[in-house]
């Protein structure tokens, strides 16, 4: 399977611990998004990678959050300190590089429940 | 800050009946793609629209856009079962600082009734 994958698909986690997403893009695509979604709602974005650089973070990114794309390949995502509001569906997305008007490919997400 | 909006944000049709999901948007952009969604799953992409008077038909399926109305609609033909699923669409932009987003709708969740 040549897609967009995440890890874990699911993830429950008490209240204030530290938890870690995994994306794994396309193969050759330089950009990467995370987005995030909500019951009912559409993604909202939180970040975006052009390779290694992580050009726009979302002010829904608080400081609690923080994202790498070490190398320019996969990325991760940690959420410290969780919160019950964090509960929601983190989406990865990847594009090639061929300027604008390139569809995003999206993984399967990662669902997380904050107890 | 770019709203995009989608009505009905909820569509209960018959099969075989016909019907739109309009998505407007308030920033000037050629570029919109639409997103089915089925429950518990990620987003499949469905139609990129590049340009005015783009028009893109898959199946039942038949998108277009209007960069001068910044409206995007969505046409169901002879609707099926199948088709049942939440529909978004998303506005693509770019700052200054070279970051691509996409802006999505709050989505249109369809159900396809016998």
């Known amino acids: 399977d040549t897609g967009v994958s995440q890890n874990p698909r699911h993830k429950i986690t008490k209240r204030g611990q530290n938890v870690t997403f995994r994306c794994d893009p396309i193969s050759e695509h330089n950009r990467l998004y995370w987005y995030r979604q909500t019951l009912g709602q559409g993604p909202e974005f939180l970040t975006y990678?052009?390779?290694?650089?992580?050009?726009?973070k979302s002010r829904l990114l608080s400081d609690r959050f923080s994202a790498e794309r070490p190398k320019g390949s996969f990325s991760t995502l940690e959420i410290q300190r969780t919160e019950q509001g964090d509960s929601a569906m983190y989406l990865c997305?990847?594009?090639?590089?061929?300027?604008?008007?390139?569809?995003?490919?999206f993984g399967q997400g990662t669902r997380l429940t904050v107890v | 800050e770019l709203k995009v909006e989608q009505n009905p944000l909820f569509l209960s049709m018959q099969e075989g009946k016909n019907y739109t999901i309009y998505c407007n948007y308030s920033t000037t952009s050629d570029r919109l793609y639409w997103y089915r969604q089925d429950p518990g799953k990620s987003l499949e992409s469905l139609f990129v629209l590049l340009s005015n008077g783009a028009v893109k038909q898959e199946g039942r399926l038949m998108a277009s856009l209007d960069t001068k109305a910044r409206l995007s609609t969505l046409h169901i033909t002879a609707a099926v079962h199948d088709l049942s699923a939440t529909y978004f669409c998303a506005v693509d932009t770019v700052s200054g600082a070279g970051s691509y987003q996409l802006t999505f709708g709050k989505g249109t969740k369809l159900s396809v009734i016998p």
């Open positions: 990678f052009q390779n290694e650089a992580q050009l726009e």
């Open positions: 997305a990847s594009s090639p590089h061929r300027g604008r008007g390139t569809e995003a490919f």
